[in-house]
């Protein structure tokens, strides 16, 4: 899992990603956009590019450039991208999910 820091309007937001989804934690609201993933990531037939597909459920209280600007800063890390987002906008400050964490010993 990986984790960033962002803010927007002088608020932090946490983001977690797993692989598989972004998770956008506003530090007063909560859970405030979850993009998911799409299918497999797509190259360019000279592998000089990639296209990521999201779809994107997001709350009220955070804009679609904050989370547009850091999954294409994420997703062009290693090979420049091109992120595609499906948008579901929410009628609320958060969204109606929790984090659950499970922590495994090593062997």
Same mark, same amino acid.
């Given at each position: 899992m990986e984790y960033f820091k962002t803010q927007e309007y002088h608020?932090?937001? #946490? =983001? @977690?990603? #797993? &692989?598989?989804? @972004? =998770?956008?934690?506003? %530090?007063? /609201? &909560?859970?405030?956009? =979850? %993009?998911?993933?799409?299918?497999?990531? #797509?190259?360019?037939? #000279?592998?000089?590019?990639? /296209?990521a597909s999201f779809e994107v459920e997001k709350s009220s209280t955070i804009s679609r450039s904050t989370i547009t600007r850091l999954i294409h800063k994420q997703e062009s890390k290693y090979v420049s991208a091109v992120v595609n987002c499906e948008w579901n906008d929410v009628k609320c400050e958060s969204l109606p999910y929790f984090v659950s964490v499970a922590l495994e010993k090593r062997d």
């Open positions: 608020t932090r937001i #946490d =983001v @977690y990603f #797993d &692989g598989e989804k @972004y =998770v956008f934690i506003n %530090a007063f /609201h &909560g859970i405030v956009a =979850v %993009a998911r993933r799409q299918g497999l990531v #797509d190259f360019s037939q #000279d592998r000089n590019m990639a /296209h």
